[in-house]
């Protein structure tokens, strides 16, 4: 899971968690806390939760990453890319480097996880992408959101059709606003 320090990932690692899954974490941060309230959360004592600091932005660096989780907990059966970013401001006034930088996190950062996990998963497994319903519908100042949101929907869409015939499954998940510290930090 990527993004599994916070808001929607940090959800699902704790679900999962919960579960008894064994899982592995990417984020640009770990934090101690969280990983404190991970083990906590655990069912079963042989239960594995390893946690990786890593930019998705970084193709190998994440590759590398995603090889050590295989190494510790196996191929993956589900692999969820939840990290994502967001710059709240009218187009005339978003600077290029914002812009790009969303793009970066939201989407390349999607095909970079992809292409990490992909090639490792085996029949029976699945991919979920985190896009957005702002990949569908515009909102105001939202234009490196949406923009890279609706690029991760196409994105998904292309695998889903290129790795049905392998048996892997690729999932879109487009939440609407969801109360995360993405959203809590936009509002100020």
Do not use: W
Request: hydrophobic content about 45%; overall charge negative; some cysteine.
């Amino acid at each position: 899971i990527t993004g599994g320090m916070s808001g929607l990932g940090l959800g699902l690692a704790r679900e999962y968690v919960r579960r008894g899954a064994d899982i592995a974490i990417f984020d640009l941060a770990l934090d101690r806390k969280v990983l404190q309230q991970l083990e906590d959360d655990r069912q079963q004592e042989r239960q594995v939760i390893t946690a990786c600091q890593v930019n998705v932005t970084d193709a190998a660096e994440l590759d590398e990453a995603i090889e050590q989780a295989v190494h510790s907990i196996g191929a993956p059966q589900l692999a969820i890319h939840c990290a994502g970013i967001q710059r709240a401001q009218p187009f005339e006034q978003l600077p290029a480097d914002h812009f790009d930088q969303v793009v970066q996190v939201n989407l390349c950062g999607s095909r970079n996880f992809a292409a990490a996990v992909l090639p490792r998963m085996k029949r029976g497994s699945r991919l979920a992408l985190v896009a957005s319903m702002a990949g569908f519908a515009a909102n105001y100042s939202y234009a490196a959101y949406c923009a890279s949101k609706f690029g991760v929907i196409g994105l998904g869409r292309v695998l889903r059709m290129e790795y049905k015939p392998r048996g892997i499954e690729v999932s879109l998940v487009c939440p609407p606003e969801v109360d995360t510290p993405m959203v809590v930090e936009e509002m100020k």
